[in-house]
C-alpha cells in the first residue's frame, strides 16, 4: 500500500514564526502535494512538485514556499505564519504524467497559529 | 481555481438507505476519482473511472463516468454508520502535461442516523 506520512498531527505556532511540514512518501511516486483544507472550501492547491527541485503553484500559493530536495520529501513552508494560515494541510503524491494514478494523501496536519 | 459541482452539499439519512451523489463539470474529463474523508483523517481513494461509461463497484459503492465525460455519480447501497463522513469527487482534464492536477469538489457530507 501507499504511504503517504506527515511529521506531525497537530501544530501550534506563533504569528511571525517560520513553520516548516514535511511529508514523506515511499512508493517512488514523481508528483508531490501541498492542499490546504477549510470548511466549506474544500481542497485548495498551494504548490505541487513533478520532479526533484521542480516546483509549480497551486491555486493558492502566497504565503508559502515549498522545497523537493529528494523525490521522495515534500516540504511546505510558511514564511511567516499568519492567523490566515490556520488550517488543515493535506500532503498527497501520484505517479507521473502519463499515467492517469489517483493521487494518495497523508493523514493531514492540523496547523493553528496564534 | 476551477472547481467542481458537487451535489447534494449534505446529506442526513436512515440507516438502511441508499444514497446518490453526483459532480458535473463544464470541461471533459478524462479520469474521475471518487474519495471518503473520516473526520480528522486524509481522503481516501475510493473507486477510480478512466473510460466514459465505465461503471465501478467497490463493496456497497457504486460509481459511473458518464457518456458526456463531463459527470460521475456515486451511489452507496444499504448505508450503515460508518459511512458517515466527506465525499469528494475530483477530475483530470485531457490536457497535456495537466495529467499531474486534479480537480476538486467541495464534497458532499453524509450523516446516517442508526
Known amino acids: 500500500d501507499v504511504k503517504v506520512t506527515q511529521s506531525s498531527r497537530y501544530l501550534v505556532k506563533r504569528t511571525g514564526e517560520k513553520v516548516f511540514l514535511e511529508c514523506v512518501q515511499d512508493m517512488d511516486h514523481e508528483n508531490m502535494f501541498w492542499y490546504r483544507q477549510d470548511p466549506g472550501l474544500g481542497l485548495r492547491l498551494i504548490y505541487f512538485?513533478?520532479?526533484?527541485?521542480?516546483?509549480e503553484k497551486g491555486d493558492i500559493p502566497e504565503g508559502y514556499s515549498v522545497s523537493r530536495e529528494k523525490k521522495e520529501r515534500f516540504s511546505l513552508i510558511l514564511e511567516s505564519a499568519s492567523t490566515n494560515q490556520t488550517s488543515m494541510y493535506l500532503c498527497a503524491s501520484s505517479h507521473g504524467q502519463g499515467r492517469r494514478q489517483p493521487q494518495h494523501f497523508g493523514d493531514g496536519t492540523r496547523l493553528s497559529i496564534l | 481555481g476551477q472547481q467542481l459541482n458537487q451535489s447534494p452539499q449534505s446529506m442526513f439519512i436512515q440507516e438502511g438507505e441508499d444514497v446518490s451523489m453526483n459532480c458535473t463539470s463544464s470541461s471533459i474529463f478524462n479520469t474521475w476519482l471518487w474519495y471518503k474523508q473520516d473526520p480528522g483523517e486524509g481522503p481516501v481513494l475510493l473507486i477510480a473511472l478512466y473510460k466514459a461509461g465505465e461503471l465501478t463497484s467497490n463493496g456497497r459503492l457504486t460509481a459511473q463516468f458518464g457518456i458526456t465525460r463531463k459527470d460521475s455519480f456515486l451511489n452507496i447501497s444499504a448505508s450503515i454508520p460508518s459511512d458517515v463522513g466527506i465525499y469528494f469527487c475530483?477530475?483530470?482534464?485531457?490536457?497535456?502535461?495537466?495529467?499531474?492536477?486534479?480537480?476538486w469538489g467541495l464534497g458532499t457530507s453524509l450523516a446516517v442516523n442508526p
Open positions: 475530483a477530475g483530470a482534464t485531457p490536457v497535456a502535461g495537466n495529467n499531474r492536477k486534479l480537480i
Open positions: 512538485s513533478y520532479d526533484v527541485k521542480m516546483k
